[in-house]
């Protein structure tokens, strides 16, 4: 008897990208109602927007270092230690994951007094295999700017495929990090910036996982010269089930 297929359940928190164009929240989704993908500082009011509570994620897997992918950390630690939270968050990360985000939280709330620890940390590197919090996951390392090492998921969920890039340029990893899945999750940046996944990178991507469902995310408010035939645009709170 095949594995039972579970559906993939995308909430979109943000859609934009560090620039907020039109006022959109910095890109971040959750599957499942329990795994956040990237976490930019809009991360709770978005969450409260769509009614849900920080309390229900058990993994933030974040992509790389830029503040809009991770600088919404210290709020989402702040409403766990206000809800007194002490199941485990794990939080996946490039490698000096846990030392950023303990940085991070001492400058945002220095005198922050301690309660039960719930932070748990999981470093990547390209190639690493892991599993936290029930999710199986592989990183592949991508091009986005010099001297900053950014990663592509490749997620493994009731069956099912997803594949999650941050900020990328068409690279090796992310071309060979989405063969084969069922859902791809990448950026379009339609305003000609070198470092960014232009449409013209989008649509090789898609043509390299034929059949896959590709949602672009993290725009930057400029028009897709060709149109965003095929894709499935994010926005804020959009929710989509494959």
């Known amino acids: 008897m095949a594995a039972k297929r579970e559906p993939l359940d995308l909430t979109f928190l943000g859609s934009g990208n560090a620039f907020a164009p039109a ?4 890109s971040s989704f959750l599957v499942n109602g329990r795994y956040l993908f990237d976490c930019g500082p809009t991360v709770l009011q978005q969450l409260h927007k769509a009614g849900l509570s920080s309390e229900d994620i058990d993994l933030v897997l974040i992509s790389h270092f830029h503040a809009d992918h991770y600088f919404g950390l210290p709020f989402l630690f702040l409403d766990g230690w ?3 939270r002490t199941r485990d968050l794990w939080i996946a990360g490039p490698p000096g994951i846990e030392a950023r985000c303990e940085q991070l939280m001492a400058l945002a709330y220095p005198s922050l007094p301690k309660r039960t620890a719930f932070r748990r940390y999981v470093e990547i590197g390209d190639g690493v295999a892991a599993t ?3 999710l199986s996951f592989r990183t592949t390392g991508v091009s986005h700017v010099p001297d900053l090492e950014c990663f592509a998921y490749r997620v493994d969920l009731g069956g099912r495929t997803l594949v999650y890039s941050g900020d990328t340029t068409l690279c ?3 071309l060979e990090a989405v063969e084969g899945a ?3 999750v990448i950026e379009c940046s339609c305003a000609g910036e070198g470092v960014h996944l232009s449409p013209a990178g989008v649509a090789a991507i898609a043509e390299r996982a034929p059949g896959a469902k ?3 995310t993290h725009l930057d408010g400029h028009d ?3 149109g ?4 499935i645009v994010a926005s804020d709170l959009a929710r989509f089930r494959f």
């Open 23 to 26: 006022g959109r929240a910095f």
């Open 182 to 184: 069922e859902v791809i």
């Open 224 to 226: 897709h010269p060709d």
């Open 82 to 84: 206000q809800q007194e």
């Open 132 to 134: 936290a919090a029930g």
């Open 228 to 231: 965003f035939d095929g894709l």
């Open 172 to 174: 090796t990893g992310i």
């Open 214 to 216: 590709v949602v672009v």
